[in-house]
Antibody, heavy 117, light 111 residues
Framework: QVRLVESGGGLVKPGGSLRLSCAAS????????MSWIRQAPGKGLEWISY????????NYADSVKGRFTISRDNAKNSLYLQMNSLRVEDTAVYYC???????????WGQGTMVTVS | DIVMTQSPDSLAVSLGERATINCKSS????????????IAWYQQKPGQPPNLLIY???TRESGVPDRFSGSGSGTDFTLTISSLQAEDVAVYYC????????FGQGTKVEI
């Protein structure tokens, strides 16, 4: 079935780096935009980045621009988020989602927790 | 960025009664070339990722019960649960995809 599985979360010190991965299965990954969305503990959802199917188009929320980099490997059906210069306020569950541009997020992973402390 | 503001922040509804959640965007999300409103609604239950309910402001995602409906145009939108069931207790979010993507702050629905 259609599935997204995130990995790579963990505990990191302020100023540190972390790379998240999202493994896709059950659909033609290379046909779709993908996004990362995060949710701080007890808070709402925050979209942080998307990438087009061919990687030619990327966009970032102002809160992470210049610190985070989204990428993908269509041959490996994988999405990535390189997070540098991490801050305490980046602590959140990070979800990857299929972005049915120009449309909504129709498939979500279960999320991976990132703690910056 | 387009700011999405939901109201109320929380509401308590009796089983079988109607629940109404409002969402206002800081600018119009109606795309003139296709006359579609670039709005989606999600349901999130504790410990789970969000689940897509509605897109294009009023189109129900496959498998979503018909007690969920979306309406509105331009800057003002509504999600209605016509007859609240126990399994509908959740936080609901609106989201725009007209310009990048932004979410509302969420509305908690309780019995």
């Amino acid at each position: 079935q259609v599935r997204l599985v995130e990995s790579g979360g963990g505990l990191v010190k302020p100023g540190g780096s972390l790379r998240l991965s999202c493994a896709a299965s059950g659909f033609t990954f290379s046909d779709y935009y993908m996004s990362w969305i995060r949710q701080a503990p007890g808070k709402g959802l925050e979209w942080i980045s998307y990438i087009s199917s061919s990687s030619s188009d990327t966009n970032y929320a102002d809160s992470v621009k210049g610190r985070f980099t989204i990428s993908r490997d269509n041959a490996k059906n994988s999405l990535y988020l390189q997070m540098n210069s991490l801050r305490v306020e980046d602590t959140a569950v990070y979800y990857c989602a299929r972005d049915v541009t120009p449309n909504a997020f129709d498939i979500w992973g279960q999320g991976t927790m990132v703690t910056v402390s | 960025d387009i700011v999405m503001t939901q109201s109320p922040d929380s509401l308590a509804v009796s089983l079988g009664e109607r629940a109404t959640i409002n969402c206002k965007s800081s600018q119009s999300v109606l795309y003139s070339s296709n006359n579609e409103n670039y709005i989606a609604w999600y349901q999130q239950k504790p410990g789970q990722p969000p689940n897509l309910l509605i897109y294009w402001a009023s189109t129900r995602e496959s498998g979503v019960p018909d007690r969920f409906s979306g309406s509105g145009s331009g800057t003002d939108f509504t999600l209605t649960i016509s007859s609240l069931q126990a399994e509908d207790v959740a936080v609901y979010y609106c989201q725009q995809y007209y310009s990048r993507r932004t979410f509302g702050q969420g509305t908690k629905v309780e019995i």
